[in-house]
């Protein structure tokens, strides 16, 4: 069920064209960085396919630049690294509470579990926490990256024939300006 309604939403999506993209908080994922941070909405990216493999979760931190990437590494069923092709996902950005929810459609194995995701974000001085849930049924893994506090966040795909592919998760604090008094 959950995959015929997903295949209905990409395939709305894909009839609205970048227009509807404009005046909604749904952004298509883009091939490169270019500094556009969501405080909240929708970025979705990659392509429907046979099925894919999460082969690892990556993280550091800049502290000169209090930027921290996340690098999800995708493969193809046999955990394999895929070239040239991504993987269907779907990132929410939400601030109540402040997390970011992201669901790899059709990911139905993982090289990753609860500890080593503990081991992996223990030390982050940007995410309190992260949790992964896996559905055999839909073949769909879900990871959510609860926020210490309020988080803006740039999502963007690598993926090129010379390269594994990657979804890419950079994250920033927002700076909340004091209330002036009187």
């Not at 909405?41 to 209090?66: H, M, P």
């Not at 394999?80 to 993987?87: N, Q, R, T, V, Y």
């Not at 269907?88 to 509470?97: G, L």
């Amino acid at each position: 069920m959950k995959s015929i309604f997903t295949g209905i939403v990409l395939s709305l999506f894909v009839l609205m064209g970048n227009h509807g993209y404009a005046a909604s908080k749904y952004k298509r994922s883009l091939d490169k960085k270019v500094g556009a941070y969501l405080q909240s909405g929708v970025v979705i990216g990659g392509r429907v396919g046979k099925g894919y493999t999460l082969i690892n979760v990556r993280r550091n931190f800049a502290k000169k630049e209090s930027l921290e990437r996340v690098v999800l590494d995708m493969g193809d069923l046999k955990g394999k690294p895929i070239l040239g092709e991504m993987s269907y996902f779907h990132v929410s950005i939400e601030q109540k509470p402040s997390r970011a929810v992201i669901d790899l459609s059709q990911v139905g194995r993982s090289g990753v579990d609860q500890d080593k995701l503990y081991r992996i974000f223990k030390k982050s001085p940007l995410i309190k926490s992260a949790e992964i849930t896996y559905d055999p049924e839909d073949a769909t893994t879900n990871l959510v990256l609860n926020f210490y506090r309020p988080t803006k966040v740039e999502v963007f795909q690598l993926s090129s024939p010379d390269s594994p592919s990657r979804i890419v998760l950079d994250m920033k604090p927002i700076k909340i300006e004091p209330r002036r008094k009187g």
